[in-house]
């Protein structure tokens, strides 16, 4: 039961905080700084960006009275004030939790004085969802490796999540983007669509190197590549095959997209009936959406295993 | 693709430098008295661990499981007080008078930084 609440937690709090970096960090590749598309993208975001930061500090103050109440083999009710200053003052997990808060705390002040403050708001949104997702370094098995193999860990952890962030946040943004309407896209809308798609390509090759490098580094250190046979054995190890085939789809996918439906989609976006290209790509981006979710499901569950 | 060649390479460094590393959870690697020994004047019982452990989630328990000359003996709870080491990786439990002759069991759980809980007992016996 507490496993369950636990994994839920975890998977809640990834998705929160990379949703919110991601599409933080999406106006501010695809065009120029200032552009008038990225003004109109970053308003698009917001209201989704609101709602992510409040229930980004609600499942990561949730996860620290979990995890208090583990630690202290109480059930999460019981947990006293005491037990959570204990946490703040003398684990690293209290601590980037308190890091963690602050983060979001600085993404909701910026989220919602957005229409004041546009550029400001949107760098800081980005710079705060960076923070609050590095802090998640600290909850997994990267925060438990000691020393300079544990600094490098970290690190590596680090840009392994803010690498998917990007990656999932532009998912994100292009289902936001493409999201059918009643009376059909407006062409406007759908030639907006077509050049964030080119302008994500190279930025989505970028995120693939750092997650297959970090991806590798971390498999090193949590595993041991060259028990990477033996490990097949235990749960973790199908676990993170299965992420691994899944990350493999979501390639293929992205592939189909960059070089086959964008394309399609930018020609059609020139013609007058484009709704048959948009909910292609529609259609392509929401499996890898799906791919994703599953592999954020399987990393909630897996980072509570023994490797 | 050249550009992300320091990238690439500075991946493979870590990799062959870096050993597969464990996990540090916390267990017990020693006590006096040792687990299945047998003592005599205990007044004392010391529990060593590998790791930092954080004081408040530490929970220990002794009781006395056997006594001399009495058969189905029900498990009886020892008082003590306990302190936790200054390094963290080492308890104290401090008891009232020193242990009468019989059979005994420690039970502890705590968590450590890598805020695994974890736990084990073990027995000794007082001559």
């Not at chain 1, 490990?231 to 189909?256: P, V």
Request: net charge positive; hydrophobic share 55%; with cysteine.
């Amino acid at each position: 039961m507490t496993d369950l609440l636990v994994i839920g937690i975890r998977f809640a709090l990834y998705a929160a905080l990379m949703l919110l970096t991601g599409l933080a960090a999406f106006p501010l590749y695809t065009f120029r700084r200032g552009a008038r598309e990225n003004r109109l993208l970053a308003a698009m975001f917001v209201r989704f960006q609101r709602w992510l930061c409040g229930l980004g500090l609600l499942v990561s103050t949730a996860g620290l009275v979990v995890l208090t109440a583990t630690m202290h083999g109480v059930a999460p009710a019981s947990v006293a004030p005491e037990m959570l200053r204990t946490m703040l003052v003398e684990t690293d997990v209290g601590a980037a939790w308190l890091v963690r808060t602050v983060a979001l705390l600085v993404a909701a002040i910026a989220a919602w004085s957005f229409t004041r403050r546009r550029r400001i708001a949107a760098t800081m949104l980005a710079v705060a969802g960076v923070a609050a997702l590095t802090t998640l370094a600290w909850s997994g098995h990267a925060g438990a490796t000691e020393g300079l193999t544990g600094t490098v860990h970290r690190i590596s952890d680090a840009l392994h999540m803010i690498a998917a962030a990007i990656w999932l946040g532009a998912i994100a943004a292009f289902l936001i983007l493409l999201r059918p309407r009643r009376h059909g896209l407006p062409p406007k809308r759908i030639a907006l669509a077509a050049r964030s798609l080119d302008r994500f390509g190279r930025v989505g090759t970028i995120c693939v190197l750092v997650i297959t490098a970090t991806g590798l580094v971390n498999a090193q250190l949590i595993l041991g590549l060259e028990n990477a046979g033996r490990s097949i054995a235990s749960t973790y190890g199908q676990l993170l095959l299965i992420k691994l085939l899944l990350f493999g789809a979501m390639l293929a996918l992205a592939a189909a997209n960059r070089w086959r439906l964008t394309p399609a989609l930018t020609a059609a976006s020139i013609d007058a009936d484009s709704s048959r290209a948009a909910a292609a790509i529609r259609r392509s981006i929401a499996a890898e959406a799906a791919a994703a979710g599953t592999i954020l499901a399987l990393v909630a569950w897996f980072g509570t295993l023994e490797p | 693709m050249n550009k992300w060649l320091p990238l690439h390479l500075a991946a493979m460094l870590v990799l062959a430098s870096a050993p597969g590393t464990a996990l540090a959870h916390a267990k017990l690697v020693g006590s006096t008295p040792a687990a299945n020994s047998a003592v005599a004047k205990v007044t004392t019982v010391t529990l060593k661990f590998s790791e930092k452990l954080i004081a408040s989630t530490v929970k220990a328990e002794l009781v006395m499981t056997g006594m001399p000359g009495m058969k189905d003996h029900p498990p009886m709870k020892i008082p003590f007080t306990s302190a936790m080491g200054k390094d963290g990786k080492s308890m104290a439990l401090q008891l009232k008078r020193a242990l009468v002759p019989g059979t005994y069991k420690v039970k502890w759980s705590a968590a450590g930084a890598d805020t695994h809980r974890m736990g084990s007992e073990f027995s000794f016996t007082v001559k």
